[in-house]
């Protein structure tokens, strides 16, 4: 399916679901229930749906942005299925941290903070990890991997892809 058809179903969707709120006080945990709806249809709170909800409840887009930044469950960025979290802490950035990086972003053709085509990969930077031990480190969805060179993280980006093709 084209991609502005799926952007429309899911904005209809998310339309068509709000509409069971509509003559009903305009109360936070109904704006939070429709902050989910949205979360759930996008992978996160687009601008677009942040938009669409401020208009349909009457309420500044900055407001929704400020429940949405309070709640840590709700995601303000395009989510991959698997988030890369690279660390540049001292520890990892002095044990090459950044050629890890490099390697990454040739892999996956992205830059940080971005998602790749197929929203399989995110790549995130984070300051330590906690394993300084075995720097350079990197989390893939919370799990650590660590003692990295350029070929291994290539070889575990590849394992990624093996796993999600399955
Ligand atoms: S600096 Fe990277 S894990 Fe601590």
Redesign the pocket.
Known sequence: MAKTAVANEKMDELKEYMGQFKGKPRSESNLITIMHKAQELYGYLSQEAMDAIALEMSIPTAHIWGVATFYHYFNLTEQGKYTISV???????IKG?AEILDKIREELGIDIGQVTEDKLFGLQI???????G????IMINGKIY?SLTPKKVSEIIQSYRKQAAK
């Open positions: 660390c540049l802490g001292t520890a990892c950035y941290a984070a300051r330590c990890l906690g394993a300084c075995l720097a350079p480190v660590g």
